[in-house]
C-alpha cells in the first residue's frame, strides 16, 4: 500500500518525527560507556509512554523476524547495522552504536536512525562511515521532489555509497511510511534514475542508507532479529522520515530546536 497523507496528517507526523528525533538525542546523551543495552531500551520506553504515543516495534512480526520483536528500540553495536535487539551488553569505549527508533502517535508513525561512537576514542574508519551514510542520506533527500521517481532517491544514495567505496546491499532499504511504519514503495540504497514509483506531495518515505565496511552479505544472530556484516566489519546506519512537499522535501525527523 502505497499511502499519501492529507495536509492535516503531514502535521501530525511533524509531531511524531520531532519526538523521535528528541528521544534519539535524549539517549545518545546518555549512552556513555558502561551503558547497558537494556538500559536504553527501557528509557526508550519510558519517554515513548510518557509522550502518549506508541512502540512500532514492540508487537511487530514481519516474516525477516523470528517472532514478535518484543522492544522498544533497535539497538546495532559495531558489526550488527539493522534490527539490532536490545540484550545484555554494556557499551566500551569506542563501540559504534546505532540506535533505529519509530514510533506512532496522533495515527502518524515516524522512522529515524543514528549512529555514534560511543566515549572518548574517535577511529577513523568509524568517524567515516557514519559521514558517508549522512551524506547519502541528504543526497536522497536532495533528490527528493514533486515529479522525481524512487530510483532518483536510490541514485544520489547509492552514488554516495559507492563513491566512499561501500559495498551496497539491496535487501533492505528504506520504505514509505503512514498510518504504519513499513509501507510502499521500498526505496533500495542504490538504483536506476528515472525508474520507479512517481513521488507526489503528501507522500512520506523513511530513507535509510546504511553500510558494511567490506561486504554486503548480511548473517542473523541467534535472536532471529539482529543482522550482522558476515564478515564481521563495521557498519553504520542514517535514517530521516521526509514528507514530499510541493516543491521538495521536508525532513519530519529533526529534533525540537532549544529554547
Same mark, same amino acid.
Given at each position: 500500500?502505497?499511502?499519501? !497523507? &492529507?495536509? +492535516?496528517?503531514?502535521?501530525? #507526523?511533524?509531531?511524531?518525527?520531532?519526538?523521535? +528525533?528528541?528521544?534519539?538525542? +535524549?539517549?545518545?546523551?546518555?549512552?556513555?560507556?558502561?551503558?547497558?543495552?537494556?538500559?536504553? @531500551?527501557?528509557?526508550?520506553?519510558?519517554?515513548?509512554?510518557? #509522550?502518549? #504515543?506508541?512502540?512500532?516495534?514492540?508487537?511487530?512480526?514481519?516474516?525477516?523476524?523470528?517472532?514478535?520483536?518484543?522492544?522498544y528500540i533497535c539497538t546495532?553495536?559495531?558489526?550488527?547495522?539493522?534490527?539490532?535487539?536490545?540484550?545484555?551488553?554494556?557499551?566500551?569505549?569506542?563501540?559504534? !552504536?546505532?540506535?533505529?527508533?519509530?514510533?506512532?502517535?496522533?495515527?502518524?508513525?515516524?522512522?529515524?536512525?543514528?549512529?555514534? %561512537?560511543?566515549?572518548?576514542?574517535?577511529?577513523?574508519?568509524?568517524?567515516?562511515?557514519?559521514?558517508?551514510?549522512?551524506?547519502?542520506?541528504?543526497?536522497?533527500?536532495?533528490?527528493?521532489?514533486?515529479?522525481?521517481?524512487?530510483?532518483?532517491?536510490?541514485?544520489?544514495?547509492?552514488s554516495v555509497l559507492s563513491?566512499?567505496?561501500?559495498?551496497? @546491499?539491496?535487501?533492505?532499504?528504506?520504505?514509505?511510511?503512514?498510518?504504519?511504519?513499513?509501507?510502499?514503495?521500498?526505496?533500495? @540504497?542504490?538504483?536506476?534514475?528515472?525508474?520507479?514509483?512517481?513521488?507526489?506531495?503528501?507522500?512520506?518515505?523513511?530513507?535509510?542508507?546504511?553500510?558494511?565496511?567490506? &561486504?554486503?552479505?548480511?548473517?542473523?544472530?541467534a535472536d532471529g532479529w &539482529?543482522?550482522?556484516?558476515?564478515?564481521?566489519?563495521?557498519?553504520?546506519?542514517?535514517?530521516?522520515? %521526509? +514528507?514530499?512537499?510541493?516543491?521538495?522535501?521536508? %525532513?519530519?525527523?529533526?529534533?525540537?530546536?532549544?529554547?
Amino acid at each position: 500500500m502505497i499511502e499519501i !497523507l &492529507t495536509p +492535516a496528517e503531514v502535521i501530525r #507526523a511533524r509531531e511524531t518525527g520531532a519526538l523521535v +528525533a528528541d528521544i534519539l538525542q +535524549a539517549i545518545k546523551s546518555r549512552a556513555t560507556v558502561g551503558t547497558n543495552l537494556l538500559d536504553i @531500551n527501557r528509557w526508550a520506553g519510558e519517554m515513548i509512554i510518557g #509522550a502518549g #504515543a506508541s512502540s512500532c516495534y514492540i508487537d511487530y512480526e514481519p516474516s525477516f523476524g523470528r517472532g514478535p520483536f518484543g522492544h522498544y528500540i533497535c539497538t546495532a553495536v559495531n558489526d550488527a547495522v539493522l534490527h539490532g535487539k536490545p540484550y545484555n551488553y554494556t557499551l566500551a569505549d569506542g563501540d559504534l !552504536l546505532t540506535l533505529d527508533l519509530a514510533v506512532v502517535k496522533g495515527g502518524v508513525a515516524a522512522d529515524s536512525a543514528i549512529s555514534f %561512537i560511543v566515549g572518548s576514542s574517535q577511529p577513523l574508519e568509524s568517524i567515516t562511515m557514519i559521514d558517508a551514510t549522512e551524506r547519502a542520506l541528504y543526497a536522497g533527500i536532495a533528490a527528493a521532489r514533486p515529479g522525481a521517481r524512487i530510483g532518483d532517491i536510490s541514485h544520489a544514495i547509492g552514488s554516495v555509497l559507492s563513491e566512499a567505496g561501500y559495498p551496497i @546491499n539491496t535487501q533492505f532499504g528504506g520504505h514509505g511510511i503512514g498510518s504504519t511504519m513499513h509501507q510502499d514503495p521500498h526505496v533500495p @540504497n542504490t538504483g536506476r534514475p528515472g525508474r520507479g514509483y512517481t513521488l507526489l506531495p503528501g507522500l512520506l518515505l523513511a530513507l535509510e542508507p546504511w553500510v558494511m565496511a567490506d &561486504t554486503a552479505e548480511l548473517v542473523t544472530d541467534a535472536d532471529g532479529w &539482529t543482522l550482522r556484516s558476515a564478515t564481521g566489519c563495521l557498519t553504520a546506519h542514517s535514517e530521516h522520515t %521526509i +514528507a514530499i512537499t510541493g516543491d521538495g522535501a521536508e %525532513i519530519l525527523t529533526l529534533p525540537t530546536p532549544a529554547q
